[in-house]
């Protein structure tokens, strides 16, 4: 059986006007809704300790990936 890849997500914070920096890559957590696993994640990657007025995005790993590997290409 091939080696499949955990679900998970991809964490980045604002930290500028359009300035994103990547915090975390965490797994997702079996059993949750989708909404309820992304609201998971950033509770994982802050500890539990995000502050207001901090903004966080929550990325499907699966899409990074994907938008990693076609960064810079044109399509023919």
Not at 27 to 55: H, S, V, Y
Request: hydrophobic residues 35%.
């Amino acid at each position: 059986m091939p080696n499949v890849p955990k679900p998970g997500y991809v964490v980045p914070r604002q930290v500028g006007d359009d300035q994103w920096r990547l915090v975390v890559d965490v797994d997702r957590k079996p059993g949750l809704t989708a909404r309820a696993a992304r609201a998971q994640a950033i509770l994982d990657t802050t500890g539990g300790k995000a502050r207001p007025g901090e903004n966080y995005r929550v990325l499907p790993r699966s899409e990074w990936r994907l938008a990693s590997e076609t960064v810079g290409t044109v399509p023919r």
